[in-house]
């Protein structure tokens, strides 16, 4: 009988051992997934409201309360002059829209530098920064890059025109900034573009268009090269020299000759003599 009483006590602590491993086995794993999780929520990035499009935007397109929307964007990445609320993209009321200056897609954070302010007008005036002057460019000097230019690109500007006899390449300005391109009815992009000038460049682009012809090409993103005197022709485009003019020399003055006339009754008598010196 102890013998069976014995057995029985060495399977219950068994059991109890076995269970106490089990037990523990299982609050061990919960603490590593708990720590597991408060890693994952510290490391996890906080986000806040901000006000997007609803829809794509591009220059010149009215943004009114029905073409935006909430979205959660990354607090530590939030870019400059965003707008978290109603009051701050819409301060005069709903009913008084902004003016989109450069385009934006869905679920990017509409910011001030993209948006004109409350009630401002539609147009060019209002991409203008202030002193400075719109200089619109035709589809003949810009046509050969009408499916690439956009607001905010860079282009550098040459004139060609005759300079003595011969004809003459020049870069005149460099980084001028796009701040609109016109659009065709179909949606593509014409060659049109306008420039934001001074009022000095805009008089010396005037003068350059009406003595000559005037082209462009776009600048890099980022390149910030300082481009200036370059002015090329023909001849130094094929390497041919300007030829050597070599005046003819000039004939030597002959020797002057002084003369005396005698009359001796009515014979007359020429004789040369000594020329006076020129009196100073």
């Avoid at 051992?17 to 490391?43: H, I, N, P, S």
């Avoid at 094929?238 to 003369?259: D, F, K, R, S, W």
Wanted: glycine share 8%; net charge negative.
């Amino acid at each position: 009988m102890r013998a069976v009483f014995g057995l029985v006590l060495l399977i219950g602590m068994g059991l109890a051992g076995f269970a106490v491993y089990t037990v523990k086995g299982y609050f061990d794993a919960q603490e590593q997934r708990l720590a597991r999780e408060q890693a994952r929520a510290a490391a996890a990035i906080e986000t806040v409201e901000v006000y997007s499009p609803s829809r794509a935007l591009t220059y010149g397109d009215l943004l009114t309360a029905d073409d935006v929307q909430i979205i959660q964007y990354a607090e530590d990445y939030l870019p400059e002059g965003v707008f978290r609320t109603e009051e701050e993209i819409f301060p005069e009321g709903i009913d008084v829209p902004r003016v989109v200056t450069l385009p934006m897609d869905v679920n990017e954070p509409i910011t001030s530098k993209k948006v004109t302010e409350p009630g401002a007008p539609r147009g060019i005036t209002a991409l203008l920064e202030p002193g400075m002057r719109a200089y619109p460019l035709p589809a003949s000097v810009t046509q050969a890059f009408a499916q690439e230019l956009r607001p905010t690109d860079r282009v550098d500007i040459y004139w060609s025109g005759r300079l003595g006899q011969a004809e003459t390449t020049s870069i005149i300005m460099t980084g001028v900034e796009i701040i609109s391109v016109d659009t065709e009815a179909t949606g593509r992009r014409s060659a049109g573009v306008v420039l934001q000038v001074t009022p000095e460049e805009f008089a010396a682009l005037a003068a350059a268009q009406n003595a000559g012809n005037l082209s462009l090409t776009p600048v890099g993103t980022g390149d910030d090269t300082i481009v200036s005197d370059i002015q090329t022709n023909i001849n130094d485009v094929l390497g041919i020299e300007a030829p050597v003019v070599v005046e003819a020399p000039q004939p030597e003055a002959a020797p002057q000759v002084c003369t005396r006339t005698e009359r001796r009754g009515v014979e007359t008598i020429i004789r040369t003599v000594p020329c006076p010196e020129v009196q100073q």
